[in-house]
């Protein structure tokens, strides 16, 4: 897995999935894998430094490179006796390049006798000291002179696990007490919102599978509510429900959250048919594929190209989760980091630009849409709609004002924190 993401520039979410449908190893050693994986991805800078300084040469082939990282990793961090740490990492390497035994073993054994001098000389490189590549570094420092070291320390720990409650089908008090009644303690985070103490497999969540909860961020479960769809005052006669657009759908957390909070004439896009199955499969699960005041429309299509799917109904309320550099949610996809590049940035930006021109027209005036990244670099947050308002005079930004927003940005930039991962929100009112 490691050498899928380091060398061959594969997401680890696709590898993993390739291994889950390929691989007949049970779901404890998977879960061991993924978690050593995750695990090498988030220390990466550190011992990729390591690995430089012990071998003084590129590793040949490049696929030891994956073993020994796995194996340094599990010394640096001490997750197993050393003996066995080194023993299983040779065995491991061996059997596919047995001529490498005598390598990776004086590898390993190098680095337990310079561990502490090579900890010294990694404080002195930024990469290896905070665990981000370089380029990462210097915009977090221009963008948040005051809080980037926070930031790339929030970023580097395990992220929290965060759940959902779905008001349809349960309440807050009656899930905490499943909870409870589970041993699996909590806190409360918001009004449907709870964070485990312990994080646990999905499976283990009570009432998962029927549909009571679902995983998801603090930060990401704010989208829904920012778009404003929730009914207000009962009105006579009834109003129909709003017609919303979900732009970029996949997987479906954000959109079966509008489902729960309303009634709702909803499309949901998203241009991989692969990934809008997964929305369909969440929407089965928490019960909200068939509501009886709903009407939703799964759609595998290019939200930036609406003349192949759009009925010329306009939108009251559009989401724009726009594609971004996911610089906001590395410690769930520490891959994220080490695959994408400086010049990513222009290209997601060019993208984002397209689908907010695209999109703008198919909103009613008086309609609003929220822009939405999990991104903290202001080219495809800040930047973006201050150019998107220069360019439509129609267009005005509602407040939004997250309370750790940094100075300089508009207030809609939520920062990595023990409580949730980072993203940014603009919320768009056509006039």
Not at 86 to 111: K, S
Not at 254 to 270: C, F, G, N, P, R
């Amino acid at each position: 897995m490691v050498n899928a993401v380091l060398l061959d520039g594969t997401s680890l979410t696709a590898t993993l999935a390739n291994l889950r449908a390929n691989s007949a190893a049970e779901s404890r050693d998977l879960a061991a894998a993924q978690n050593l994986a995750y695990g090498v991805l988030r220390q990466a800078g550190r011992l990729r430094f390591f690995l430089a300084r012990l071998t003084q040469r590129p590793v040949q082939p490049d696929e030891l490179n994956g073993h020994l990282l796995v194996g340094l990793h599990e010394l640096d961090a001490g997750l197993a006796p050393a003996y066995a740490a080194v023993n299983e990492t040779v065995a491991v390497a061996a059997h596919r390049f047995p001529y490498a035994r005598a390598f990776v073993n004086a590898v390993l054994r190098n680095f337990q006798r310079s561990r502490e001098t090579l900890a010294q000389a990694a404080l002195q490189n930024p990469e290896a000291h905070w665990n981000f590549p370089l380029w990462w570094l210097k915009r977090l420092q221009a963008e948040y002179p005051a809080d980037w070291e926070n930031i790339v320390t929030a970023q580097n720990n395990r992220p929290p696990m965060t759940l959902r409650v779905n008001p349809r089908r349960t309440t807050l008090a009656d899930y905490r007490s499943l909870l409870d009644e589970a041993g699996l303690k909590h806190r409360v985070l918001s009004a449907s919102g709870l964070m485990l103490l312990n994080p646990v497999p999905v499976a283990e969540l009570p009432g998962f599978s029927a549909g009571l909860v679902s995983v998801q961020d603090l930060g990401a479960q704010l989208a829904a509510p920012l778009l404003d769809v929730a009914p207000g005052k009962a009105a006579e006669p009834p109003t129909a429900p709003l017609r919303v657009l979900d732009a970029c759908a996949a997987p479906g957390g954000k959109t079966s959250h509008l489902l729960e909070i309303a009634d709702l004439d909803l499309v949901a896009l998203d241009n991989d048919a692969t990934r809008l199955h997964r929305v369909r499969e969440n929407l089965d699960r928490l019960g909200l594929a068939e509501l009886p005041g709903s009407s939703i429309g799964l759609l595998a299509e290019d939200a930036g190209k609406p003349s192949l799917w759009w009925d010329k109904k306009p939108f009251d309320r559009i989401l724009l989760d726009a594609p971004c550099t996911a610089s906001g949610v590395v410690r769930r996809h520490p891959d994220g980091k080490w695959l994408k590049r400086a010049e990513d940035m222009q290209h997601l930006a060019n993208e984002q630009s397209r689908l907010l021109e695209a999109l703008w027209p198919l909103l009613k005036p008086g309609g609003r849409m929220l822009y939405a990244t999990c991104s903290l670099f202001a080219a495809e947050n800040t930047n973006q709609m201050t150019a998107f308002v220069a360019r439509h005079p129609d267009a005005q930004i509602d407040a939004i004002e997250m309370p750790n927003a940094p100075e300089g940005q508009l207030k809609g930039q939520l920062i990595p924190g023990p409580d949730t991962d980072g993203f940014f929100y603009a919320r768009l009112f056509k006039t």
